[in-house]
């Protein structure tokens, strides 16, 4: 491509954090059971709902249809490179086209802002299933380069000398992303701020739902140093991977739910980022699930827990027959 075509380097530092970005959203949440027989048919919603939160940022959802997982990925844009950041719970592009939703996504980008190439890097929150199956798709795609899901090939890619401690930073080319691993949840997770658009994304180590911890010393570690990062920074909102919660306070939908019509939003604010924080030290000690109003931590293997949401999920397909 003919430099004259290229567009002018894009300022992602003066302003920032950007107040064009949109969070007015209304997610999908799955279909609505119905009491009709197989042959009826019910409605269906796309498998992938594609939110710009602005001109350079987006953030897509997982239908419920596809699985109910439902998790959150995010695109971001800098003048030299994508960074895509998570998969989804299915690789299958029959049932959700990721790579085509991102190929397009890029092309509308590159449209406004030409450039002569253009890199993607796929990385993740962590590697847990739901987060890294849509990888496949990505296999063979000229200039993109997925990051491995262990913990080593982590630490390789962004550069850390000192694990989970240190924050290094991610260039996209005048977008700088800081990362900071954030184990705990699970041994090879990570956190992203973004500073053009205030948004720190933690993955499955804070959301509106049920907070699995595999490891309480390194998640309440972990915690305490996202919490000073955000504190130190101009974070407008703390935006994690799924909504579990109800908008009841300490409501959750049990795992495994495929409708969920009274969500509460995806964005938190600081503060509950410092709630978190707070009761994971102090049930650090006490394995078992801990019920707040917005979020719940699963200290453990906690079986009593899971068997009452196994027994509310019966009862609740029971009251749907």
């Given at each position: 491509?003919?430099t004259e075509f290229?567009?002018e380097?894009?300022d992602?530092?003066t302003?920032?954090?950007?107040s064009?970005g949109?969070?007015e959203?209304r997610?999908?949440h799955g279909v609505r059971?119905?009491?009709?027989?197989?042959?009826?048919?019910?409605?269906s919603?796309?498998?992938?709902?594609?939110?710009?939160y602005?001109?350079h940022?987006?953030?897509?959802?997982?239908?419920?249809t596809v699985s109910y997982?439902a998790?959150?990925l995010?695109?971001?844009?800098g003048?030299?490179?994508a960074l895509?950041?998570d998969?989804?719970?299915?690789g299958?592009?029959?049932l959700?086209?990721?790579r085509e939703?991102?190929?397009?996504?890029i092309?509308?980008?590159?449209e406004t802002?030409?450039?002569p190439?253009y890199p993607l890097?796929?990385?993740?929150?962590h590697?847990?299933?739901?987060h890294?199956?849509?990888?496949?798709?990505?296999?063979?795609?000229?200039g993109?380069?997925v990051?491995?899901k262990?913990?080593h090939?982590v630490?390789?890619f962004f550069g850390f000398?000192?694990w989970p401690d240190q924050?290094?930073?991610?260039?996209?080319?005048?977008?700088v992303?800081?990362v900071t691993?954030t184990p705990g949840h699970?041994e090879?997770s990570?956190?992203?701020?973004d500073?053009?658009t205030g948004?720190l994304?933690?993955?499955?180590?804070v959301?509106?739902?049920?907070?699995?911890v595999?490891?309480?010393?390194a998640f309440t570690d972990?915690l305490g140093?996202?919490?000073?990062?955000?504190?130190?920074?101009r974070?407008?909102a703390?935006?994690?991977a799924?909504?579990e919660m109800?908008?009841?306070?300490?409501?959750?939908?049990?795992?495994?739910?495929?409708?969920q019509?009274?969500?509460?939003p995806?964005?938190?604010?600081?503060?509950r980022?410092?709630a978190?924080?707070?009761?994971a030290?102090l049930?650090?000690?006490?394995?078992g699930?801990?019920r707040y109003d917005?979020?719940?931590?699963?200290?453990?293997r906690?079986?009593?827990?899971?068997?009452?949401?196994?027994?509310?999920?019966?009862w609740?397909?029971?009251?749907?027959?």
């Open positions: 491509m003919s290229l567009a380097p894009l992602f530092v302003g920032a954090p950007t064009a949109s969070l959203v997610w999908r059971p119905r009491r009709l027989p197989l042959s009826a048919g019910i409605e919603e796309p498998p992938i709902q594609v939110h710009r602005d001109e940022s987006f953030i897509l959802r997982q239908s419920k997982e998790p959150f995010y695109l971001f844009f003048n030299a490179r895509l950041l998969t989804g719970a299915t299958d592009p029959a959700c086209p990721l939703t991102v190929d397009r996504l092309s509308t980008w590159l802002h030409p450039r190439s890097v796929v990385a993740h929150t590697g847990h299933g739901d890294v199956a849509g990888d496949v798709q990505f296999e063979g795609r000229p993109t380069r990051v491995g262990d913990r090939e630490i390789d000398t000192s924050v290094v930073t991610l260039d996209l080319g005048g977008r992303l800081e691993g699970q090879a990570i956190s992203i701020l500073a053009w948004l994304l933690t993955g499955d180590t959301y509106p739902g049920r907070l699995y595999q490891d309480m010393a972990s140093r996202l919490l000073r990062l955000a504190e130190s920074r974070v407008r703390v935006m994690g799924h909504i109800s908008r009841t306070p300490g409501r959750d939908y049990p795992r495994g739910t495929t409708y019509p009274q969500e509460p995806l964005q938190m604010a600081v503060d980022l410092r978190v924080r707070d009761a030290v049930g650090a000690g006490s394995p699930a801990h917005d979020f719940a931590i699963f200290n453990g906690c079986r009593a827990a899971f068997a009452r949401q196994r027994a509310r999920r019966i609740a397909r029971l009251c749907r027959t």
